[in-house]
Each structure stands twice: as C-alpha cells, then as structure tokens.
T-cell receptor, first 118, second 117 residues
C-alpha cells in the first residue's frame, strides 16, 4: 500500500513568487493534515481537512496561505506571495475517520516538501 | 496553549544500554500521548500511543510510561542499537478536550538520539 506522498520534494523560489505544494494521502483516509517545521523550531500544525471540508485552520499563519482539498482526495497548499519566513519543511499527514471514537487514529506522515524562499 | 518540552536536544548512549527520553507538558493532561521517530529527510513515523488511563505500554524493545501527576512521559529503548539513532518526537492531541478546536498534533522539538557502537 502506498504511503502519503508529497510533491515537490524541494522547491526554491524568490520572495514574492507563488508556490503550490501537493499532498496525496493514503487511499481511504478521510483526514488530511498539513504541518510545517521552521528551522530550529518544532513541527507545528497548520490545518485539518475531513474529506473536502476544513475542520480547523487555526494554525494557518496568515491569508497568504490557501489550502484546498477538492473532491476529498489530494490536497494543495498554495503560498502567495511567498516571504522569507515561509521557508521550512511542509509535512502532510493522513489518518482514518474520527467518527465514533474519542481517540484520534494514528497519523501517517509524508516525506515533506522543503521550501526555501530567497 | 499546550507546550511540550523534551529533555535534551541530543543524547549519546552506548550500544546495548537503555536510552531514556523525557517528555513534559505544561497544561491539562491530554487524552493520550504519542511518540514518533524521525530520520533525516523523512517524515515522522508513529511508534507508540499511550492513553491517560494507561501507566505503561510496550512494543518489542520500546516502553512508554505516562504519569499525569507529573505531566510526564518517559520513552525507553532497551538493548539499544546504532540503527535506533534518530530524532524522537513526543506529540499530544488535544482535540478531544478542545471540542475539535485543535485537531492536529502538538509536537515537542525532539531529542536526537545517537547510539554509539
């Protein structure tokens, strides 16, 4: 079974440009999460989709970040315009449905996209 | 908001010894706590989950304890091997108590474990 995949693996862009990151979750996983790790800091939660709906986007840094999950399958995270502080590693994770359980299922992480904004 | 502290940024252990990593959290006790392993250039990989009503959980050479009084979890690797060298992350999910307001995981910075042959 394929794991969570992310594209691209690396991206180097200039300040002010736009970058779109893609995440393909494990097939059948309703939950999809985006996280980011800035150098020297801990991994931080950005947002959570349940199928195509945004469950929680309280971790999104600002309105330059836009996440979508059309059709409830893959997700994209667009940064427009990119700033220097957006550099870091962006992880995507997925898990099975949360319905009818008080405990969250295990999250399976992708390898991450390393973004460098110059 | 919940904060997590992991005992040290790096830990050097001799092969064959037991490695013990510490995770402390600051606010209310979570419904459960998770440990992940991360290798360079890769995403975190789930290892163990321990619930608030469990004192200890084991999986092969791994053991996790959870003390809600101390607000602490300990992660042990017995008979450590060089292949165990990696960064180990402690993570909490508070969504159950927050009513869905924070569904993601809160991570510590991690402890970089080095097992020396």
């Amino acid at each position: 079974e394929a794991g969570v995949t992310q594209f691209p693996s690396h991206s180097v862009i200039e300040k002010g440009q736009t970058v779109t990151l893609r995440c393909d979750p494990i097939s059948g996983h309703d939950n999809l999460y985006w996280y980011r790790r800035v150098m020297g800091k801990e991994i931080k939660f950005l947002l959570h989709f349940v199928k195509e709906s945004k469950q929680d986007e309280s971790g999104m840094p600002n309105n330059r970040f836009l996440a979508e999950r059309t059709g409830g399958t893959y997700s994209t995270l667009k940064v427009q315009p990119a700033e220097l502080e957006d550099s870091g590693v962006y992880f995507c994770a997925s898990s099975l449905s949360l319905l009818w359980t008080p405990y969250q299922e295990t999250q399976y992480f992708g390898p991450g996209t390393r973004l460098l904004v110059l | 908001s919940q904060k997590i502290e992991q005992n040290s940024e790096a830990l050097n252990i001799q092969e064959g010894k037991t490695a013990t990593l510490t995770c402390n959290y600051t606010n209310y006790s979570p419904a459960y706590l998770q440990w992940y392993r991360q290798d360079p250039g890769r995403g975190p990989v789930f290892l163990l989950l321990i619930r608030e009503n469990e004192k200890e959980k084991r999986k092969e050479r791994l053991k996790v304890t959870f003390d809600t009084t101390l607000k602490q979890s300990l992660f042990h690797i017995t008979a450590s091997q060089p292949a165990d060298s990696a960064t180990y992350l402690c993570a909490l999910d508070i969504s159950w108590y927050s009513g869905g307001g924070a569904d993601g995981l809160t991570f510590g910075k991690g402890t970089h474990l080095i097992i020396q042959p």
